[in-house]
């Protein structure tokens, strides 16, 4: 299984991500995700979708060590804390592919840089994410059935060892 980590600041529309991928709906409504959730995509690959609250950064770092792939997004608003998302990944996991989306390109947004710019509202580069970020992670050695459910236990709850 390869976990992949979604992070950034508040409303830069993380979890609209993951709805308009898996749900294939937009809502502009706004509820703030507390801790973090988890989406399975496939049977090889979850979604983590970590909250932006400072409360939570301590249970979202110890997940940035066992990742796979991380995917911070960002608006034009927010352009400046890209770096220190990179910054708070990299100094817990030197090894991990991590790709910058730009979201809600339907207003009017400039970045050079971005790798990718989407709209969840316009439907645009959404299913464009993955593809640019899987193939920059390595292939997970494959698991027993047992170890899935360990590792699947130790990604929910960051604190079995
Ligand atoms: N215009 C526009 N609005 C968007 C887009 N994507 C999300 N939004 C809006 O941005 C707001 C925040 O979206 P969320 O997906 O909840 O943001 P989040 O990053 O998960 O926020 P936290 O859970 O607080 O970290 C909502 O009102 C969405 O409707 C987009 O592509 N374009
Ligand atoms: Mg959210």
Same mark, same amino acid.
């Given at each position: 299984?390869?976990?992949?980590?979604?992070?950034?600041?508040?409303?830069?529309?993380?979890?609209? @991500?993951?709805?308009? /991928?898996?749900? $294939?709906? @937009?809502?502009?409504? %706004?509820?703030?995700?507390?801790?973090?959730?988890? *989406?399975?995509?496939?049977?090889?690959?979850?979604? *983590?979708?970590?909250? !932006?609250?400072?409360? %939570?950064? &301590?249970?979202?770092?110890? *997940?940035?060590?066992?990742? *796979?792939?991380?995917?911070? @997004?960002?608006?034009?608003?927010?352009?400046?804390?890209?770096?220190?998302?990179?910054? +708070?990944? +990299?100094?817990?996991?030197? $090894?991990?592919?991590?790709?910058?989306?730009?979201?809600?390109? &339907?207003? &009017?947004?400039?970045?050079?840089?971005? &790798?990718? +710019?989407? !709209?969840? $509202?316009?439907? $645009?580069?959404?299913?464009?994410?993955?593809? /640019?970020?899987?193939?920059?992670?390595?292939?997970?050695?494959?698991?027993?059935? /047992?170890?899935?459910?360990?590792? %699947? /236990?130790?990604?929910? %709850?960051?604190?079995?060892?």
């Amino acid at each position: 299984m390869q976990h992949v980590i979604i992070v950034g600041n508040a409303r830069v529309g993380k979890t609209s @991500f993951i709805y308009r /991928l898996t749900n $294939k709906t @937009f809502s502009e409504s %706004y509820c703030a995700t507390i801790g973090k959730d988890m *989406h399975v995509i496939n049977p090889t690959l979850t979604l *983590h979708d970590h909250s !932006s609250m400072e409360r %939570y950064q &301590d249970l979202c770092r110890l *997940h940035y060590k066992t990742a *796979h792939g991380a995917i911070v @997004f960002f608006d034009s608003e927010t352009v400046n804390s890209v770096n220190i998302w990179v910054g +708070r990944i +990299r100094r817990e996991n030197k $090894k991990i592919p991590i790709i910058k989306v730009l979201n809600k390109c &339907d207003m &009017d947004t400039v970045s050079d840089i971005c &790798d990718l +710019r989407i !709209s969840c $509202k316009e439907n $645009k580069g959404v299913t464009d994410v993955l593809p /640019l970020l899987i193939p920059r992670m390595e292939i997970p050695i494959k698991t027993s059935p /047992l170890q899935t459910l360990v590792e %699947y /236990l130790q990604q929910s %709850y960051c604190s079995i060892s």
